[in-house]
């Protein structure tokens, strides 16, 4: 198994940037493909972003991200990371980092097993 820790959220003004880091123990980071998800008040759980196990080849995004937002990692620290950029009011929620073993990205929330508990990111306009 792999434990997750999220960090980096905080409150920025729109058109800021922020990024969230994703701190994995317990098992082989490389192994997992990790995905980034948020969810609002009021609102489902969605996908953002994930990346591939191994070297990350492999990236997926929601189109309401698209162009924005950048998924990467660093096996060498068992870090994924979610660079957010040119951010809005409609990106505020709570966003999850999530690990899936040895598959390819997925936007299907059921598609990973392991999830840390969340970090805040509001965007005021």
């Known amino acids: 198994q792999v434990q997750l820790v999220e960090s980096g959220g905080g409150l920025v003004q729109t058109g800021g940037s922020l990024r969230l880091s994703c701190a994995a123990s317990g098992r082989t980071f490389s192994n997992y493909t990790m995905g980034w998800f948020r969810q609002a008040p009021g609102k489902e759980r969605e996908f953002v972003a994930a990346?591939?196990?191994?070297?990350?080849?492999?990236?997926l995004y929601a189109d309401s991200v698209k162009g924005r937002f950048t998924i990467s990692r660093d096996n060498a620290k068992n870090t994924a990371y979610l660079q957010m950029n040119s951010l809005k009011p409609e990106d505020t929620a709570v966003y999850y980092c999530a690990a899936r073993f040895l598959s390819l990205p997925v936007i299907s929330i059921g598609g990973y097993l392991f999830w840390g508990r969340g970090t805040q990111v509001t965007v005021s306009s």
């Open positions: 990346i591939s196990w191994g070297a990350g080849g492999r990236t």
